[in-house]
């Protein structure tokens, strides 16, 4: 794919519809991302795992590349978004139901932030995934502007003050409530799991929605969690 700025331009345009025309844009955000792994690895015939993968938008661009998907998630509110259940399966990505070794893919769009233990989370994608297997890790960090989701950018005076000032402007709590539903994971903390988590090899890290030319950024301490929007870790499962 060419990861060039028109096509960064294209996605946040889609990104700011994201309320008024959901399907639209999770479908491009799938295909997106799914040719993002296509650089990486072949899905035609793989078995790959969606942790989180609420309403299958990922799941379905998975299978238009030939493979069989299951996205295991534990809302079953997101599991059925997209009307029917599909494949889904009600579960933890902090305990993943699935047998030691058993996908050829563990992909994971944007769940990290929302789970109490991300580094369990992405010990259980690496123990699902076979030996020569691909994990696929991306999520939003704190310190980017949309780290604070819906409550951005007052997440940079604290999650918990932007959450309460959110609930006095529009009445209602966030549904993404500092922590409860969104924890602050940075850029240095995923490179740090990457690189001494057992059995699994950094194959790659970058800026998921960036240009190609924006790569060295994640290599700037500080900088990184300002500028990084959204990391991708690419992993290679070692024998
Ligand atoms: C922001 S949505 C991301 C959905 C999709 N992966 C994407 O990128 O558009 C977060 C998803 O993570 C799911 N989730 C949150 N905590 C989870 C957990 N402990 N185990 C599995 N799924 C979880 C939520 O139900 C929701 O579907």
């Known amino acids: 794919m060419r990861a060039d700025l028109a096509r960064s331009i294209r996605l946040f345009r889609a990104f700011r519809t994201e309320q008024a025309k959901p399907d639209a844009y999770y ?15 072949s899905l ?24 069989r998907c299951v996205c295991v998630d534990v ?14 399966v009600l579960g933890s990505a902090l305990e993943l139901p699935l047998a030691d070794g058993s996908v050829d893919v563990c992909f994971s769009s944007n769940v990290l932030e929302h789970v109490p233990d991300p580094w369990r989370m992405a010990d259980e994608m690496a123990r699902v995934t076979r030996e020569g297997g691909l994990i696929f890790l991306a999520y939003t960090n704190w310190l980017s502007p949309w780290g604070g989701h819906e409550t951005s950018p007052w997440h940079y005076l604290g999650g918990e003050r932007a959450a309460r000032r959110y609930a006095r402007v529009h009445g209602r709590q966030p549904k993404n409530r ?38 060295p950024l994640v290599k700037v301490p500080v900088v990184r969690e300002f500028v990084t929007w959204n990391l991708v870790l690419v992993l290679r499962k070692l024998g």
């Open 27 to 41: 479908t491009t955000l799938a295909a997106d991302t799914a040719a993002q792994l296509l650089d990486r690895v």
């Open 44 to 67: 035609a015939g793989a078995t790959v795992l969606d942790v989180g993968g609420g309403p299958g938008y990922f799941a379905d661009a998975f299978r238009r590349a030939g493979a």
């Open 75 to 88: 809302d079953a509110g997101e599991l059925t978004g997209q009307g029917a259940p599909g494949t889904g």
């Open 178 to 215: 500092y922590g409860r539903s969104l924890f602050p994971v940075s850029v240095a903390h995923g490179l740090r799991w990457a690189r001494s988590a057992r059995d699994v090899e950094l194959v790659d890290a970058f800026p998921r929605y960036l240009p190609w030319w924006c790569r």
